[in-house]
């Protein structure tokens, strides 16, 4: 199992951006997919999750300006960042938990300017 994620980019405080997360070999066996992040100097932080049946919650700090979908056919997850701020810089990342297992994918990063 791989998780590749991808859609990081430099956007205007503001503005939107989209982050993907492609599951190989599918997302129907994770019980969630979560999406964490890491700025420059502090610790990984939880942005939100998708559970298996479509739950989802998110981190107070984003709650009503990101949205976390999934597509199972698509084995696709992705997170939809509105109304950004420059203290959402961060390496983004992708994590599934089936099973006992996680599973991580690399990071890709957003900056945001001011």
């Known amino acids: 199992v791989q998780l590749q994620a991808s859609g990081g980019g430099l956007v205007q405080a503001g503005g939107s951006l989209t982050l993907s997360c492609v599951v190989s070999?599918?997302?129907?066996?994770?019980?969630?997919l979560a999406w964490y992040r890491q700025a420059p100097g502090k610790q990984r932080e939880w942005v939100g999750r998708?559970?298996?049946?479509?739950?989802?919650d998110y981190a107070d700090s984003v709650k009503g300006r990101f949205t976390i979908s999934k597509n199972n056919v698509r084995k696709v997850m992705n997170l939809q960042m509105n109304i950004l701020k420059p203290e959402d810089t961060a390496v983004y990342y992708c994590?599934?938990?089936?099973?006992?297992?996680?599973?991580w994918g690399q990071g890709t990063l957003v900056t945001v300017s001011s």
């Open positions: 070999g599918g997302i129907g066996s994770f019980k969630s």
């Open positions: 998708i559970t298996a049946g479509g739950f989802t």
């Open positions: 994590e599934g938990a089936r099973g006992a297992s996680e599973y």
